[in-house]
């Protein structure tokens, strides 16, 4: 028989009950007792779907209070020393209190993992970190577990991917020389799995698909050595890439088995066939475990007969990773078209493919049925006048290198758009949002409901609109924005104009924390069938002579933040989607829009996870933002905003770009990321962000006017622009009217400088 498993089940509950549970205990509207009730609910429940689809483990471990990596740091008894927790007593909330700070200290850092928009509470590491003490809730998962019966597979961050996700405070400080005390611990995890029979014991190493120094590569054989030699067997765990290149490498260490992404890297499988040992077990993961498409069954068993055949008991099915990454269950979907429907799988639907592959390879007969089901629902998504569409086909195969490209060169159409502008050296600007208030989110809901009419709806917004122009005005900034009061979120707003965008009510998944996004799924051809913000641009405009920004979401970000088709190259769905944002460009140019900001925070999150992948993405993706802007005129100013950090490594791309002014945040790191934009001789110009928006705190003018200082040291003063780090929508209006006074006033201080030294 062939084996079944899965790497990992959604924690948060097809309702979200643990989000609710968890800040419901935030809260103190309810106590532990009740949050950890909840949890082992949705525990039991999880493990009991995977059992009742036959799977042959369920998988324990992947449920986490917070975050899996916070859990593994409170399992290792890692806990950052300067909370001053006794890691052998920590209790639930002083683990939240890592995760969200405290009166005297703040979180533990969070970042994406890997190439996902699930993110991580980073390990902090000192020299002295002993990997002991460390909390028993992990193994009490694991006995709740083998009480109910079932088969057991624990799961665990393996040590390599543990450490690499790991930083520390002290300079020159190498985390790898704790290798051997982390290995030590994790044998000592290990060895207590086995005093409860526990056979399998999958240690998850996503780290092996990125880039790995020698170094990194010595210290996966040293651990495996070690932690081989248990006498449990271990299943080494990669995904999101290939992991091809260390194959021989791996085939030597003393573990039982290996699992592979062959959704994302179909390609290693021949590597890992030729040096794979007797001994070794090959988990196949087939499904895609990032994605909501139903999986194409029979395309999938068809290569794996051979395998089989080779392999026999020693190949297992599996997802590709996973199953965080995607919803919980279709059946929370009232609302979604039924043919939709049924082209979808979340993570429940998963269980059930992942049986049906195993049963194909053991009794095709058996497998037959759901096979052809497969099947059918495969062809009605090819078939559908719903997915592919003749005049978006036929606008994608007529786009030339020209309407990728402005007519003139930045320094051409900068000196058109100052004479047309006419604004002021160190010109003032906002980012888009304006705070979104109680009253603009119930206004919203209450028309989403249906609650309040189309008219009464547009006053409302109009009001809003107005009012953040006068007080755009009050306040004497230059280049005005209309507020944004309408829109949800950046990606929802325009996906619910456009064609091929579908919207779940149900398909959450978490982000951070109790924190879960619902990602609007990308089906069919992009195509806006008709304006999305003219209107309001017009109206924002009209109440003003001062230049009105047109703000909307560009084609890569739109593309990040969606579930993707999967029947097209990304890099063509991001065409369409460019196509879409242009014709809206060109229109609100007609509208009279003289300045339009396309925002791509998301440009940066699809680099792929190996460095050697970069320049095609990075290539596509900047054509797309290229061909959204490129259909207006040299005197039409376009903006791009992207809310981080790190440039340094594709700077050429976002020169690509060839946007006129890019707005990008860096007050908290004090201009430090400026210096690679200084020092690769960015050519455009560009707003570093001096107002951390993240914070209620309103920063001082003294405090604006250093960093402006600072960021004149590094870019010519006649190419910055002076704005926020990022849109305001999360702040509230008085602490957002004094900071943008104490930016403007900074910005004029430094004009009349400047003037004076010119
Ligand atoms: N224009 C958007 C806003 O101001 C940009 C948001 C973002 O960069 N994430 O809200
Ligand atoms: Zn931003």
Same mark, same amino acid.
């Given at each position: 028989?062939?084996?079944?498993?899965?790497?990992?089940?959604?924690?948060?509950?097809?309702?979200?009950?643990?989000?609710?549970?968890?800040?419901?205990?935030?809260?103190?509207?309810?106590?532990?007792?009740?949050?950890?009730?909840?949890?082992?609910?949705?525990?039991?429940?999880?493990?009991?779907?995977?059992?009742?689809?036959?799977?042959?483990?369920?998988?324990?471990?992947?449920?986490?209070?917070?975050?899996?990596?916070?859990?593994?740091?409170?399992?290792?008894?890692?806990?950052?020393?300067?909370?001053?927790?006794?890691?052998?007593?920590?209790?639930?909330?002083?683990?939240?209190?890592?995760?969200?700070?405290n009166a005297a200290q703040p979180a533990m850092e969070m970042t994406k993992w890997f190439d996902t928009n699930y993110h991580y509470l980073v390990p902090e590491l000192?020299?002295?970190?002993?990997?002991?003490?460390?909390?028993?809730?992990?193994?009490?998962?694991?006995?709740?577990?083998?009480?109910?019966?079932?088969?057991?597979?624990?799961?665990?961050?393996?040590?390599?991917?543990?450490?690499?996700?790991?930083?520390?405070?002290?300079?020159?400080?190498?985390?790898?020389?704790?290798?051997?005390?982390?290995?030590?611990?994790?044998?000592?995890?290990?060895?207590?799995?086995?005093?409860?029979?526990?056979?399998?014991?999958?240690?998850?190493?996503?780290?092996?698909?990125?880039?790995?120094?020698?170094?990194?590569?010595?210290?996966?054989?040293?651990?495996?050595?070690?932690?081989?030699?248990?006498?449990?067997?271990?299943?080494?765990?990669?995904?999101?890439?290939?992991?091809?290149?260390?194959?021989?490498?791996?085939?030597?260490?003393?573990?039982?088995?290996?699992?592979?992404?062959?959704?994302? &890297?179909?390609? @290693?499988? +021949? =590597?890992? $066939? #030729?040096?794979?040992? /007797?001994?070794?077990?090959?988990?196949?993961?087939? !499904?895609?475990?990032?994605?909501?498409?139903?999986?194409?069954?029979?395309?999938?068993?068809?290569?794996?007969?051979?395998?089989?055949?080779?392999?026999?008991?020693?190949?297992?099915?599996?997802?590709?990773?996973?199953?965080?990454?995607?919803?919980?269950?279709?059946?929370?979907?009232?609302?979604?078209?039924?043919?939709?429907?049924?082209?979808?799988?979340?993570?429940?639907?998963?269980?059930?493919?992942?049986?049906?592959?195993?049963?194909?390879?053991?009794?095709?007969?058996?497998?037959?049925? &759901?096979?052809? @089901?497969? +099947? =059918?629902? $495969? #062809?009605?998504?090819? /078939?559908?006048?719903?997915?592919?569409?003749?005049? !978006?086909?036929?606008?994608?195969?007529?786009?030339?290198?020209?309407?990728?490209?402005?007519?003139?060169?930045?320094?051409?159409?900068?000196?058109?758009?100052?004479?047309?502008?006419?604004?002021?050296?160190?010109?003032?600007?906002?980012?888009?949002?304006?705070?979104?208030?109680?009253?603009?989110?119930?206004?919203?809901?209450?028309?989403?409901?249906?609650?309040?009419?189309?008219?009464?709806?547009?006053?409302?917004?109009?009001?809003?609109?107005?009012?953040?122009?006068?007080?755009?005005?009050?306040?004497?900034?230059?280049?005005?924005?209309?507020?944004?009061?309408?829109?949800?979120?950046?990606?929802?707003?325009?996906?619910?104009?456009?064609?091929?965008?579908?919207?779940?009510?149900?398909?959450?998944?978490?982000?951070?924390?109790?924190?879960?996004?619902?990602?609007?799924?990308?089906?069919?051809?992009?195509?806006?069938?008709?304006?999305?913000?003219?209107?309001?641009?017009?109206?924002?405009?009209?109440?003003?002579?001062?230049?009105?920004?047109?703000?909307?979401?560009?084609?890569?970000?739109?593309?990040?933040?969606?579930?993707?088709?999967?029947?097209?190259?990304?890099?063509?769905?991001?065409?369409?989607?460019?196509?879409?944002?242009?014709?809206?460009?060109?229109?609100?140019?007609?509208?009279?829009?003289?300045?339009?900001?396309?925002?791509?925070?998301?440009?940066?999150?699809?680099?792929?996870?190996?460095?050697?992948?970069?320049?095609?993405?990075?290539?596509?993706?900047?054509?797309?933002?290229?061909?959204?802007?490129?259909?207006?005129?040299?005197?039409?100013?376009?903006?791009?905003?992207?809310?981080?950090?790190?440039?340094?490594?594709?700077?050429?791309?976002?020169?690509?770009?060839?946007?006129?002014?890019?707005?990008?945040?860096?007050?908290?790191?004090?201009?430090?990321?400026?210096?690679?934009?200084?020092?690769?001789?960015?050519?455009?110009?560009?707003?570093?962000?001096?107002?951390?928006?993240?914070?209620?705190?309103?920063?001082?003018?003294?405090?604006?006017?250093?960093?402006?200082?600072?960021?004149?040291?590094?870019?010519?003063?006649?190419?910055?622009?002076?704005?926020?780090?990022?849109?305001?929508?999360?702040?509230?209006?008085?602490?957002?009217?004094?900071?943008?006074?104490?930016?403007?006033?900074?910005?004029?201080?430094?004009?009349?400088?400047?003037?004076?030294?010119?």
């Amino acid at each position: 028989m062939t084996r079944t498993h899965i790497l990992g089940f959604p924690r948060v509950g097809a309702q979200r009950e643990l989000k609710f549970a968890q800040e419901a205990f935030w809260r103190a509207e309810a106590d532990e007792g009740h949050l950890r009730e909840v949890a082992s609910t949705l525990r039991a429940r999880h493990w009991q779907l995977q059992r009742a689809a036959g799977l042959d483990f369920v998988t324990v471990g992947d449920f986490a209070y917070y975050d899996q990596m916070l859990g593994m740091s409170a399992l290792l008894g890692a806990l950052p020393q300067r909370f001053g927790f006794d890691p052998a007593t920590l209790t639930l909330a002083q683990y939240y209190e890592l995760a969200r700070g405290n009166a005297a200290q703040p979180a533990m850092e969070m970042t994406k993992w890997f190439d996902t928009n699930y993110h991580y509470l980073v390990p902090e590491l000192a020299p002295d970190t002993t990997f002991d003490g460390g909390v028993d809730w992990f193994f009490d998962e694991v006995d709740e577990a083998l009480g109910l019966g079932m088969r057991v597979k624990p799961v665990l961050v393996g040590p390599l991917t543990y450490l690499r996700l790991a930083k520390s405070h002290v300079a020159g400080f190498d985390r790898l020389s704790l290798l051997p005390r982390l290995v030590n611990r994790y044998v000592r995890i290990i060895d207590a799995l086995k005093a409860r029979g526990v056979e399998w014991v999958q240690l998850d190493e996503p780290a092996l698909c990125v880039d790995l120094e020698p170094e990194w590569l010595d210290a996966l054989s040293l651990a495996y050595e070690a932690i081989g030699a248990c006498g449990v067997s271990v299943l080494l765990a990669t995904y999101f890439e290939t992991a091809a290149d260390h194959a021989a490498r791996i085939a030597k260490l003393p573990i039982q088995g290996v699992h592979l992404d062959l959704v994302r &890297a179909p390609g @290693q499988l +021949d =590597a890992w $066939r #030729a040096v794979l040992p /007797q001994r070794m077990v090959l988990s196949a993961g087939v !499904v895609d475990g990032r994605n909501i498409w139903r999986a194409d069954l029979r395309a999938i068993v068809e290569p794996l007969q051979v395998l089989r055949a080779e392999l026999g008991e020693r190949l297992w099915i599996a997802p590709s990773c996973s199953l965080l990454h995607v919803p919980v269950s279709l059946d929370g979907e009232r609302k979604l078209d039924a043919e939709l429907k049924s082209w979808l799988a979340f993570a429940t639907e998963k269980l059930d493919e992942i049986r049906t592959i195993a049963l194909a390879l053991d009794d095709a007969r058996a497998a037959e049925p &759901a096979l052809a @089901q497969a +099947d =059918a629902a $495969r #062809a009605s998504r090819r /078939q559908s006048s719903a997915v592919v569409n003749a005049l !978006v086909q036929k606008r994608v195969a007529a786009v030339t290198e020209a309407m990728a490209t402005r007519k003139r060169p930045f320094a051409e159409r900068n000196g058109l758009q100052r004479a047309a502008l006419k604004l002021p050296p160190l010109p003032t600007t906002t980012i888009g949002s304006f705070p979104q208030t109680p009253a603009i989110r119930q206004a919203r809901a209450a028309y989403k409901r249906g609650e309040v009419g189309a008219l009464d709806y547009l006053e409302r917004m109009r009001s809003e609109i107005e009012r953040a122009v006068r007080c755009q005005e009050a306040l004497d900034i230059d280049v005005l924005v209309h507020g944004e009061a309408e829109r949800n979120d950046m990606v929802e707003y325009f996906g619910e104009q456009l064609w091929g965008y579908a919207f779940t009510e149900n398909g959450w998944v978490q982000s951070y924390g109790s924190r879960c996004v619902k990602p609007p799924i990308i089906y069919g051809d992009v195509y806006r069938p008709e304006p999305m913000t003219v209107e309001t641009a017009k109206y924002a405009q009209s109440l003003t002579s001062r230049p009105v920004k047109g703000m909307l979401t560009g084609p890569v970000t739109m593309l990040q933040w969606s579930f993707v088709r999967d029947d097209q190259p990304r890099a063509t769905t991001a065409l369409q989607l460019a196509l879409a944002v242009r014709d809206e460009v060109v229109d609100l140019e007609k509208a009279g829009i003289r300045i339009i900001q396309i925002d791509e925070p998301a440009f940066r999150e699809g680099l792929p996870l190996r460095r050697g992948d970069w320049p095609a993405y990075l290539e596509w993706a900047a054509r797309a933002f290229r061909i959204s802007a490129a259909g207006v005129a040299d005197e039409t100013q376009i903006h791009t905003h992207m809310c981080y950090s790190e440039f340094n490594d594709i700077l050429p791309a976002i020169a690509e770009m060839d946007a006129d002014v890019i707005t990008i945040e860096t007050s908290r790191s004090a201009m430090e990321l400026l210096d690679g934009f200084g020092a690769f001789s960015y050519p455009n110009e560009i707003g570093p962000g001096v107002y951390d928006i993240h914070s209620p705190r309103v920063p001082t003018t003294e405090a604006i006017e250093r960093l402006l200082e600072r960021a004149c040291e590094v870019i010519p003063a006649e190419r910055l622009w002076v704005n926020p780090d990022c849109g305001l929508k999360t702040r509230g209006w008085p602490e957002t009217e004094a900071a943008l006074a104490n930016m403007v006033r900074a910005a004029k201080r430094l004009r009349e400088r400047l003037a004076v030294t010119a």
